[in-house]
């Protein structure tokens, strides 16, 4: 065992990149839950951006339309979850769930031409002085674009829906969407856009995976990460700078367990690859166990189908 | 039990009926990752293909691709042989016990697994010996590495992977005695995303030798964005890393074994066998050595490897001890077949606990 061989530094920085999918397709989740909307789908629209992005990337040659194209495409197939769930008033668990199994079965489809082919390099930040300062160059100043745009995302989520007017709307559809109707705000079209800004999210969650991470295209390449999005939405409560801390710390028992592994440490893998679900439980438990609390936490009409008649 | 018996007694009159029709010899395979892998599936299927490619009309061959190890793999075993197979090649070691549970079900079905070790009368093993070409890709690493770190990307704790982690360290530390592994187990054969995250790690870990027993190209992409860092190809050649990070590889060859075995059932004359070649058979292949590896280095590789070819070596001779220190072969003395196939412990100097 040799626990100095593990690097802090680069331990952070890396699981920073680790994080970045799973943090962009969360905080795109949780627009759409604030909204009132559980949308399951999340690991179908993220595989469909991995898709699109990594085949445009592929096809033109530039990482930057092929993140255009992931957004684009997580946004196209979330636009069939909306009008299930919004005009034809179908159930939002059961949607959820078939988009995710139909994201996944399409891209398998696009993708038969696309595997094992090289993506082209997506651009890294490489500043002369600035990403060779010890500790906070490789944190802060050596990552690809996808990372800072993460955090750029996150705290524009922060800050639409805590100071604008828009986000303020967004928010009282989700806590009742009877008296936001009332009120002449439109429901269903500001749930269609939350529904659709969470697919284009999910989308680039997808391509920072399959243009940064990996950077390959496999089908089914996701494995999950789009459940562990929805289980940190939860974990959060519902808070976007929560989301932020929940991603890198799921992402970073990922990368922790591996470095652990490399020094030497015989750990149980099973325990620390489960964990992050059982925070998650917890977290649920705690919540639910406190009832006013975790009524100010969630949105109140989360998951329920609004119909302008009633 | 009833019902299965009646449907198993359909297949066998559907078999005896399109058999007496057509006279063909129906060959299914059940992969475990998808024939695109460019990896361990791939050379499966060009197996596969060659057998095709042999018989031509004669056969019929079928395959199911990226199937789960355990009891998924089981139905997809029991779907292929009411199909009509008569001779299933299951290819993975997680396949082992689905496949002797199928095969008393069908035992005028032949089946061939692949790296395991359980027999029956109508089931035969084959393997390759791997371990071989890990002492090619020990010794190269050994040479290579500046850093004496050398990182290994393993799949599962089972003595196939074992074997070549022995195997590789032992040929590493003979050229360089401060060489120094470093292990992680992916705990899956094929995940893209857990063989890059676990190939970064090591490297910055400060490994510049990544050695993997998984079946993607990740790793190689891993080691190339990371720059000064090489590989080598598994299962299949990925030359397309070459010649830096991928220096060499190991290359599966299954093609003469599938198309023999085939001719077998063709004949009459399948046998149960437990098959294990290497270099020498050529079901193992070394992929070209790159012009990243210094000449002499080349030159003293490939003077090991045909050492191995023509077996006047063998990877495991002694002295070698168990890493606990206590003696395992001594000098001169080369490992039984036995204590290989079933290897448990690695070799002395390796500094890792072996996960249980």
């Known amino acids: 065992m040799d626990l100095s061989a593990i690097n802090p530094t680069l331990l ?71 009008v299930l769930t919004q005009y034809f008033l179908s159930n939002q668990v059961a949607s959820g769930l078939a988009l995710t199994l139909f994201g996944l079965g399409l891209s398998a489809m696009i993708g038969q031409s696309y595997v094992g082919i090289k993506p082209p390099t997506t651009y890294k930040l490489d500043l002369p002085l600035i990403s060779d300062v010890p500790i906070l160059g490789p944190i802060l100043f050596s990552h690809d674009f996808t990372v800072y745009a993460a955090l750029v995302l ?90 932020l801390l929940g991603a890198y710390l799921f992402g970073g028992v990922a990368i922790l367990q591996l470095n652990l592994q490399a020094a030497g440490v015989s750990i149980p893998v099973e325990y620390l690859s489960m964990s992050p679900y059982l925070i998650t439980i917890v977290v649920l438990v705690a919540m639910s166990a406190n009832r006013a609390k975790s009524a100010l936490n969630a949105p109140a009409a989360l998951g329920r189908v609004f119909h302008a008649s009633r | 039990m009833k019902f299965k018996s009646i449907l198993a007694g359909v297949a066998l009159a559907i078999t005896a009926a399109t058999g007496s029709l057509a006279e063909k010899t129906k060959v299914g395979f059940v992969y475990v990752g998808p024939v695109t892998d460019f990896g361990w599936t791939y050379e499966h299927d060009q197996g596969r293909k060659a057998v095709e490619a042999a018989f031509g009309d004669k056969v019929e061959t079928f395959y199911v691709e990226s199937v789960p190890e355990g009891p998924d793999s089981e139905r997809v075993m029991t779907d292929m042989a009411l199909k009509g197979a008569d001779l299933i090649f299951t290819t993975s070691f997680g396949y082992m016990d689905p496949t002797i549970n199928v095969a008393a079900k069908f035992p005028n079905v032949k089946f061939e697994h692949a790296t395991g070790y359980k027999q029956a009368d109508n089931v035969s093993v084959y393997s390759a010996r791997f371990y071989e070409g890990r002492a ?108 830096k990070p991928r220096v060499s590889s ?95 412990f690695y070799v002395e100097g390796i500094d890792s606990e072996m996960p249980n």
Not at chain 2, 187 to 208: C, H, M, N, R, S
Not at chain 2, 337 to 344: E, R
């Open chain 2, 250 to 344: 190991i290359i599966d060859n299954w093609g003469p074994y599938y198309v023999a075995r085939t001719q077998a059932v063709m004949d009459g004359t399948w046998a149960s066998t437990s098959t294990w070649d290497g270099i020498g058979a050529g079901m193992v292949g070394i992929g070209e050595i790159t012009s990243a590896v210094p000449t002499d280095v080349k030159a003293s590789a490939e003077a090991l490897l045909s050492r191995l070819r023509d077996g006047s070596y063998h990877a495991f001779t002694g002295p070698v001890n168990k890493q606990d220190g206590s003696a395992w072969l001594a000098r001169g003395e080369t490992a039984d077949d036995g204590t290989l196939a079933g290897m448990g």
């Open chain 1, 154 to 243: 996150v705290l524009g989520v922060w800050w639409f829906l805590k100071y604008t007017r828009g986000g303020l709307i967004l928010r009282a559809v989700g806590e009742s969407h009877d008296a936001a109707h009332a009120l002449g705000y439109k429901v269903v079209r500001v749930r269609f856009m939350a529904i659709m800004f969470g697919g284009a999210c999910a989308g680039l969650g997808g391509a920072a995976l399959s243009l940064v991470r990996v950077p390959q295209w496999t089908e089914g390449m996701t494995a999950g990460s789009g459940w562990i999005a929805l289980a940190i939405v939860v974990f959060a409560s519902w808070k976007p700078e929560r989301v």
């Open chain 2, 136 to 243: 090619v890709q020990g010794h190269i690493a050994g040479h290579m590495t500046k850093s004496n770190i050398v990182g290994y990307i393993g799949s599962f704790p089972i003595p196939e992977v074992i074997r070549g982690i022995n195997s590789a360290y032992i040929h590493a530390k003979d050229v360089n005695p401060d060489v120094q592994f470093k292990i992680i187990w992916a705990y899956t054969w094929f995940d893209p995303t857990k063989e890059a995250d676990a190939a970064k790690v090591l490297i910055e870990q400060g490994a510049d030798v990544v050695l993997q027993h998984t079946d993607s190209t990740a790793p190689q992409a891993a080691a190339q964005a990371a720059g000064n860092v090489i590989t080598f190809g598994q299962a299949s050649d990925m030359a397309e890393y070459g010649p």
């Open chain 1, 12 to 82: 952070v920085a890396s699981l920073m990149v680790a994080s970045t999918p799973i943090l962009l397709a969360a905080i795109g989740e949780l627009v759409v839950e604030k909204s009132g909307i559980l949308n399951l789908g999340v690991e179908g629209m993220m595989i469909i951006g991995a898709i699109c992005g990594f085949a445009a990337a592929v096809v033109t040659g530039s990482p930057m339309v092929g993140f255009l194209c992931a957004a684009i495409g997580g946004a196209a197939v979330s636009v069939i979850f909306a």
